[in-house]
């Protein structure tokens, strides 16, 4: 599975991707996770706030910062 939290870095992108391991090491799925700052490369994936959280190649998750429970969802 592959996991790229968008943003440029800021708090809230951190805490999602704290929170993004922190789930999928408790779902126990085999992943990896990347960190995607440049601007550019955000934009590609249509994202106009961030942080932002895509599984896949898909966006799953806009402008916010979701619990580790709700995160299990989403990666499950």
Known sequence: ???????????????????TEEAAKALGVDYQLEKVTDIARILAFGVMMTPALVVDGKVKMVGKVPSVEDIKALLA
């Open 1 to 19: 599975m592959k996991i790229q939290v968008l943003g440029p870095g800021c708090p809230k992108c951190k805490k999602l991707a704290e929170n």
